[in-house]
């Protein structure tokens, strides 16, 4: 049996390139997305950059972290904090007592213009890290500062230091260049005082005749003496170093796994359809072989003989495809500024190779599907002209589509009660299982739907309208699968585009409707407004209130796991002046202490204790004071009491809101935020900005999660469009014969694409109306104004670009087919 | 059944009281509306009708490639009607061979790898000058490496019936194997044909529609609107021309 496949394989090699493209493409997206995305365990490793030199590090604990069960089924989530807690003041004393150098590290706020780094350091620590002076020494004098190359500034220059204790004069004493981090540096008892005395690490070096290696390490433990405090020696030094690109890397991590499920869905979607299309359509080549007397079971070995073959070749193909694309991907979603300036997407083989055998088991079972059909036919009955498909309808498309259908009823339903802020997440779900149920009924919608399609144009197309829409109805078979990459390229970009802008909508209204102050004070450069400009704001004669908000990372515990919630350091009593949050039991004049907290709706009542992480990974218990409404702007997001702030989080605000009396110099107001490198914009503007932010970063989303699943689905329109238009010579080559023109063919293979194109938008539609009323019917009630936001540009210009692709595939090739003579085509078998 | 024991157990093919009715719920059609029929062996038996008449179809339930609605047929002794697919499918490649009229062959395999087929779908491994025998036999010899689509259709037809032999079968049939060839090339089969019957003593039924044809045959069984209307013995063309005549325009 193996020669005979053996030499089919060889003969058939033009028409197995089809399945071939599919598959290889396939696999090369699915390897793509996976090795991106297992690139993020781990990313922010690497060896310390600033604690290059010491022996031991010592450093406050920085991981929020959840351990369940116990024995054997201990498992322990931990998620690390962009910071690190603060160590106790009385630290440094008791490290004293071991013999070695031992220097304190502070990293207060400080920023100036025209040099990098917003820390300012002792000058102790820069002996912590090789360095060059490019101009000047070291600080001498209290108002010395050293900053960080690149910079014009020279030894000097008198400069202006942002600080959290306001605005300083220093002056330049040297510059210089080093690899680690930029940051400014002062003498040392100037910066504890800017770091308002905040220990960041203390870093202890061996001495010549005192302790050294492990005996070393083993002292400053037992000096320690805290099991919440960190002693790291070797590479795990970097970890007592900031991580400030956590949060960018949770947002890269939830981008990339929406990838790998887009990417998953359409792959799988497109092989089965491929290879299932690709056996159906040799019927009577199996009906000879049934003749010849194959039995059932040797023509399903056959078909999945040869489908292994060319299954592993493409699958290979595709592996090294993914594995080549993968790092230009991450290199892309660095520019974008999704992923953390070191990303990138190493070459590991199990993601590769779990891509592999997913396609190439989605490639088997396509195939002896296909071939379990082949094989139960009679010989006769597959040598007959199968041109109109009577059983199009199989029981596997029966249940697979009705089992799709039942899946997406719940998932709908569902929109009104869960967490709306995974709405969009669950749309798209339900619109991949939708689209699935679409395509498996096909077969039953295509007749009344091309019915109704050429209706009103019916006269004006002629005979050649009539041949294709005949052509369209009664072969359904093939209708239905080259309608299919349509429906699944139209379809998930229509309901990922519309699902993300009637959320944008939704979110614009509720930060609409949020913010009641008249003005805003945003940061520059810095990472926020120090404290001392928002005195000076509050001080400016006319204002009534200048609240400043300072945003976190907080995580919560959901499913033994620390999840990443945000969280607003806010003035409880002073924010209903101007943020409007609806609250729905208890008071918001009640946040204040260190030890109040509140919280959306749905989880905690009034007088609830909430166990959380602060930002820098701090376990903490708090007492809910307040309960706020659901609001789409306000999921997953905790007020923090202001007085917690001062201990856990850099003295800095995020935004300061004022209001102000009419009369106010809005000129004072201006003068005071540049006074602290920050910004005065009107709310109208602040809201506008936030909005086109966030446009961009959905723009650009969009494209991460839809764009190589859109590529794609676009070159799987094109090649099952091939297949179709070569399997039909004969029929092509018949008409010719009764009199139909070359221009004429193929004249209606054009509108015969046209139609396909036509079925799969309609059916497409159908999935796009249904995830946005959907989103809208879920988003309702937790935004104050939804719209139903249809991308229409967008969504026409892709549904343009399949239009073009379906007609140049099959236009094409019948062009290539017309041309040779038609009474050979007519004898020609498939 | 009583009729069983009335038909001559020895004859290749028995048909019994088959009907076959094709269609949908709106429009069926009854190829055969009750046949029964023996097939003498080692005799050369042609089926002869008008068009419509259902002869196709008569070959087809005979061997096996489609089934009876209702009926019984026994094939070398063995009754079909019951088997499953794949035990029909075993009947069929060890003891029948069947030629179509056109497209006989696997376009993507060699004459010789077509011929060696049902051998090898049977598990068996033959060698290869056992194949070039059969093919010798039909009198095709030089190009066994060939495909079919380098053949000119008598060479296919040649090859195609070397395949259905090659099995040694208890019967061969043959649905109009001469009606795409030229009326040279069609007499060198139909020779080649009778040459099996009289000298291995194969047995062949064969359909057709030309009454040149049935005159290789030693009895021509005449159908009509899926029934047995008569049969004749040692036929000559213009008989068999005259007795058409006479059905095709009976009411």
Not at chain 1, 425 to 444: G, W
Not at chain 1, 487 to 499: K, N, P
Not at chain 2, 203 to 215: C, F, G, K, L, N
């Amino acid at each position: 049996m193996t020669a005979v496949a053996w030499q089919t394989i060889r003969a058939r090699i033009a028409g197995m390139v089809g399945t071939f493209i599919a598959l290889a493409l396939g696999v090369g997206l699915l390897a793509m997305m996976a090795l991106t995305l297992v690139g993020t365990i781990g990313a922010g490793g690497g060896p310390p950059r600033w604690y290059t030199n010491p022996d031991v590090v010592v450093a406050g604990a920085n991981e929020a972290t959840v351990v369940t069960g116990h024995g054997e089924d201990r498992e322990v989530a931990s998620v690390r904090a962009p910071t690190g807690r603060p160590l106790p003041a009385d630290l440094p004393g008791r490290l004293s007592t071991v013999d070695a150098t031992v220097v304190v590290d502070h990293a207060g706020f400080g920023s100036v213009q025209g040099a990098p780094g917003d820390t300012v350091h002792p000058w102790s620590a820069a002996g912590m890290h090789a360095y060059t002076w490019i101009a000047g020494g070291a600080p001498a004098a209290a108002t010395d500062v050293v900053l960080t190359a690149p910079t014009a500034h020279r030894p000097g220059d008198r400069i202006t230091v942002l600080t959290a204790r306001g605005a300083r004069q220093f002056t330049v004493s040297g510059v210089l260049d080093t690899a680690a981090p930029a940051a400014l540096y002062t003498v040392d008892a100037v910066a504890a005082d800017l770091a308002l005395g905040r220990i960041v690490a203390v870093a202890v070096t061996a001495k010549p005749g005192g302790p050294q290696g492990r005996d070393l390490v083993a002292r400053v433990r037992a000096a320690v003496g805290d099991d919440t405090v960190r002693v790291l020696t070797g590479k795990a030094r970097r970890g007592a170093e900031p991580y400030p690109d956590s949060e960018r890397l949770t947002v890269a991590i939830a981008l990339l796994s929406a990838s790998c499920g887009m990417a998953g869905f359409v792959s799988i979607f497109v092989v089965a359809g491929t290879f299932a299309y690709a056996v159906a359509a040799r019927r009577r080549e199996f009906g000879l072989l049934r003749a010849a007397g194959a039995t059932p079971r040797q023509v399903r070995r056959l078909v999945l003989g040869e489908s292994l073959v060319v299954g592993v070749i493409a699958a290979g193909a595709g592996s090294v495809l993914g594995t080549v694309a993968a790092p230009r991907f991450a290199r892309w979603l660095v520019e974008t500024g999704f992923a953390p300036d070191n990303f990138t997407a190493h070459v590991i083989f199990w993601p590769v190779a779990a891509a592999f055998g997913a396609g190439l088991l989605v490639a088997l079972i396509g195939a002896w599907l296909a071939a379990r059909r082949a094989g139960l036919v009679r010989p006769v009955e597959a040598l007959r002209e199968a041109a109109v498909d009577s059983r199009a309808m199989t029981p596997a498309r029966w249940i697979v589509g009705v089992g799709a259908i039942i899946t997406t009823v719940p998932l709908l339903a569902a929109f009104a009660s869960v967490d709306s802020d995974s709405t969009v997440a669950l749309a798209i779900n339900a619109a991949m299982f939708l689209i699935v149920a679409l395509a498996m009924f096909a077969p039953l919608l295509i007749p009344p739907l091309v019915s109704v399609l050429t209706a009103p144009v019916a006269r004006l197309l002629g005979p050649v309208g009539t041949l294709a829409t005949h052509g369209a109805r009664t072969a359904v078979r093939r209708t239905a699968a080259t309608a299919a990459p349509i429906l699944v390229t139209v379809g998930i970009a229509g309901s990922t585009l519309a699902g993300f802008a009637t959320l944008a909508s939704a979110t614009d209204s509720s930060a609409r409707s949020r913010i009641v102050a008249d003005a805003a004070v945003v940061p520059g450069a810095a990472p926020g407004v120090a404290d001392p400009t928002v005195a000076a704001l509050r001080a400016v004669p006319g204002v009534t209130a200048a609240v400043p908000v300072t945003e976190t990372p907080v995580w919560v515990r959901e499913n033994g796991e620390p999840t990443d919630w945000q969280g607003r350091y806010v003035p409880g009593p002073d924010v209903a002046a101007v943020l409007n949050l609806p609250v729905v039991a208890g008071s918001l004049a009640d946040l204040a202490g260190t030890d109040t907290v509140a919280v959306p709706a749905g989880r905690w009542n009034v007088g609830d204790t909430v166990a959380l992480w602060l930002g820098d990974s701090t376990p903490v218990r708090l007492r809910v004071v307040a309960v706020l409404a659901e609001q789409i702007d306000l999921t997953e997001t905790v007020l923090l009491p202001w007085a917690l702030r001062d201990a856990h989080a850099q003295p800095l605000a995020s935004t300061v809101y004022l209001r102000f009396d009419a009369g106010t110099p809005r000129a004072a107001l201006a003068a005071a935020a540049v006074a602290g490198g920050a910004t005065l914009v009107r709310t109208a503007d602040y809201l506008t900005a936030a909005a086109t932010d966030r446009d961009r970063t959905n723009r650009f989303g969009a494209i991460a999660v839809l764009g190589m699943a859109l590529l794609y689905t676009g070159i799987a329109i094109a090649n099952t469009l091939v297949m179709a238009t070569r399997g039909r010579a004969r029929e092509l080559a018949t008409l010719r014969l009764a009199g139909t023109t070359p221009g004429q063919v193929l004249r209606m293979v054009a509108v015969e694409s046209v139609l396909v194109t036509a079925v799969g938008a309609v059916l497409a539609a159908i999935v796009t109306g249904v995830t946005v009323v959907a989103c809208y019917r879920g988003l309702a009630s937790v935004a104050p104004a939804v719209d139903l936001v249809v991308p229409w540009r967008e969504l026409g210009a892709i549904a343009a670009c399949c239009l073009l692709t379906a007609v140049v595939s099959s236009v094409l090739p019948a062009a290539l087919l017309v041309r040779r003579r038609a009474a050979d085509l007519a004898g020609a078998r498939e | 059944m009583n009729t069983t024991l009335m038909r001559d157990t020895t004859a290749a093919v028995a048909l019994c009281d088959v009907r076959k009715v094709y269609g949908t719920r709106s429009a069926t059609v009854t190829a055969l509306a009750g046949v029964s029929l023996d097939f003498g062996r080692g005799r050369f038996t042609a089926v002869m009708g008008p068009s419509g008449s259902g002869k196709s179809t008569l070959l087809q339930v005979a061997a096996g490639l489609d089934r009876p609605t209702s009926g019984e047929i026994h094939l070398d002794g063995t009754p079909i009607t019951g088997l499953s697919e794949t035990k029909l499918t075993k009947l069929r490649r060890d003891r029948i061979g069947f030629v179509f009229q056109s497209f006989n062959l696997l376009p993507s395999l060699t004459a010789e790898l077509n011929v060696a087929l049902p051998l090898r779908l049977a598990g068996r491994r033959p060698k290869r000058k056992d194949v070039r025998a059969v093919l010798a036999s039909v009198g095709f010899a030089d190009r066994a490496r060939h495909r079919p689509a380098e053949l000119s259709g008598g060479q296919q037809q040649r090859v195609a019936i070397a395949r259905a032999l090659v099995t040694r079968p208890a019967v061969l049939f043959a649905d109009e194997p001469t009606g795409a060839l030229d009326s040279t090339t069609g007499r060198e089969v139909l020779t080649l044909l009778r040459r099996l019957v009289d000298g291995v003593g194969q047995t062949i039924v064969m359909v057709t529609h030309d009454p040149y044809v049935t005159s290789f045959a030693d009895r021509v069984v005449f159908l009509a609107d899926g029934r047995v209307a008569g049969e004749l013995y040692d036929p000559t063309p213009q008989a068999v021309a005259e007795r058409m005549t006479f059905l095709e325009s009976a009411p």
